[in-house]
């Protein structure tokens, strides 16, 4: 049985290939632009080579396809918009990337639209903040974004004190006030072209301190029931204001004070989501699908509390696991592996993951612990 | 990361396809040997274009793979002789599927070691049945089963009455007694090569009488306790009588008087497993893939009791499935859709199956009601 639409996917890496793999699950046609040895490689059902930032490539490439989607918002917009007139359907709208695309749009359509966010101030180059920074030397600490193309920690500085002046990026940047966050949030949310809605239930994240990565994601996220609802509405608020159709992450700040700020949106699958794939009814790459294709939105419950923890590249890494190590890995009960097929291993590069499924965040906790040991054992030789 | 070993699949059915994408997310290193547009071709590594069942494209395929397995048991076994004796590890191995790809074997193993299995008597032509059947009048009612070859309701023919016997087949075949059955139960058993065993719970298979084809499947499989550490123990006397490894599929007759009879095996995943891939902490065909690199073997527990219904081709089926009948099907709730890719469809094959979780037996079973509505709607077009 074949379902008949084309699909086409813009960028290879693990989100594509995760994507991929529901995908096929529902024998969809696929396929995917990218380099020759990305990820999704092995298991799209067509590669074409190609950059996903010029406009001849993704023209080219969505010419040939019903539905287009993307696993990273960094696309040639202007393609896309050409696309779009001349009737391929683009999940998420070429318009709604532009926002997302560059950070500072993205905290000027909070502000207009009333979405809590953290205070921010745009700067075009390094001068200009360098000269903003010399006449107000109070407004450390704060954090300074790029405003196009940061990605897994990259393009963000923290900036404690006039020490830390000299890692101020030299790019379009906005920067923001430091919030004393007492946990980092993230909701998954998605919209089909019917406008129906459907969002995971809030994920807690945790952050490796040096790389700035997603170390860990637990669901539930251990918040009250009132900012588990509070932090819904900001979602659902967020894919309506924006006209938003395909899946949208929504990650937030949980203030000391209680206060739920927006930090980012990325308008794909997240890698605070990859445990919906064993966790929940639905993972979150087959709600993608069911969104662009305009199916109906799948059940987002848990089965039961579950975790993620990444696997990273370290420095030495040989990028092997053999037999004797995975062995020990794999002893450890109720554990999900996932590789990414990546060819090289780099210090901070996301080599895969792992999800765990447990009766309480404890048993959850307890696990990574043990993964994380073994994890040390494996890639150490 | 890359786990090294290079696997080797025989047969590129939807078995080998669905063993592909739990090695995928290992990113494991699998090729398969089948035909060009085999429903593996699309998410293997590599498709060596060859038939299973000659012994040159066996060894010369065997020989490129540290691993080498089966999604179907009709393979050529003198290669697989000749590849153990080079040191190619096989699993399962050459001397148990001797046994089991003939029938015949099969029970008079069965006989030999003391499991329990319906009376048989063995014949080499029709002939020879048909003058056995000439002075043994009363013998009927029996099952002939061809010794060879028999898949998926193909070389099983029930014969009720002396009316039935044009229908005898032409080839060594065995026949048995008919018994009276109350329910057809599977369990499926794996064991590695360090000798770690792990089953899951009994499955409960219902036929299609036309057919007699897998219809349904459902874990529970409403049996009280003592009849499934019953089957448990069939299972494992099986596997340690055969000297397997590997998994095996271990299909029984529960009888009306409430004695269980071994039916027959398959050295494989099986249709009896597929909803564990949603179901099961471990799918079937993880598990698979851990026995056969000596692996711990996962948690065979089932999260939820779990459902299993075929999509099976149909006269006039046009192999297409479009969005709007689609969308209908993915309304119903806590369903998951797998489809196979085979280019064709025709009447009888399984083209796909649906898995469904559900908090009651009686819950299934009103889905598989709901799905069966809709898919004869969509299948008619």
Known sequence: MLIESKIGILGGGQLCRMLCMAGASWNLNIKVMDSKECPASSVCNELVVGNITEYQDVLDFGRTVDVLTLEIENVNIEALEQLEK????????????????????????????????????????????????????????FVQKSRIGGYDGRGVELIKSP?????????????????????ELSVIIAKNPSEQISYYPAALMKFDQQTNLVNTVITPS?????TEQKAQELAINIVNQLDFVGILSVEMFLTKTGQLLVNEIAPRTHNSGHHTIEGA????????????????????SFLKPAGMLNIVGK???????????????LKIPNIHLHLYGKKESRPGRKMG?????GESIEEIEALFKKLNNELSKTSSK
């Open 222 to 226: 251990q918040i009250n029931n009132e």
């Open 281 to 300: 009814v639905t993972s979150q790459f087959e709600q993608q699908l069911r969104a662009i294709l305009d199916l109906p939105l799948g059940d987002t």
């Open 86 to 141: 001349e009737g391929v359907k683009i999940f998420p709208k070429a318009h709604t990337l532009r926002i997302i695309q560059d950070k500072g749009l993205q905290k000027q359509f909070y502000k207009n639209n009333s979405i809590p966010s953290s205070e921010f101030k745009l700067f075009s180059t390094k001068l200009e903040l360098e000269e903003f920074l010399s006449t107000q030397k109070t407004f450390v600490p």
């Open 163 to 183: 020490d830390d002046f000299f890692k101020i990026l030299d790019c379009p940047s906005l920067i923001e006030d430091l919030v004393e966050i007492d946990k």
């Open 315 to 329: 420095v030495g890494d040989q990028n092997k696991i053999n037999i004797k190590d995975l062995q020990e890995l």
């Open 353 to 357: 993951h792992i999800t765990v499924l």
